[in-house]
């Protein structure tokens, strides 16, 4: 399956995101003194795609094993480099739940880090950027 993202400047520091193929459109935007921003900037929206992935694979894992749950969070926490290139770093990523995963907690931690946005992010060595003009 292939996946695409469209991201056009609307105004200001304004982005429209386009997906394919689910269709979703939503905002981007630069948190700026006295405006509400129209969505979240491009390092919220990474650390929230990576915990909403580790999120959909918990709740599949729960499902999978019959676990019963009323709470599933994920936090996602890092912060920006003090060096060059300016990263993220030390990204950490914690799951509040009160299913009962004990005594299956490795096989847990192993379903969950097949997220394909963990993956992406452990296993990707290059971007390729190309300018069209």
Known sequence: ?????????????VYEVGTSPSGVTFYIDKKKDGVT???PNPLELFLSSLAGCIAMFAKNYFSMNDLEYSELKVRSFARLSDDSPKRLVDIKVKIITDADVSGK???FYRFIENCIVHNTIIKTECV???LIS
């Not at 399956?1 to 520091?13: C, K, P, S, Y």
């Open 128 to 130: 390729d950027i190309e």
């Open 1 to 13: 399956m292939n996946i695409e993202t469209e991201v056009i400047h609307l105004n200001n520091d």
């Open 105 to 107: 907690k490795e096989v």
């Open 37 to 39: 921003p129209e969505g």
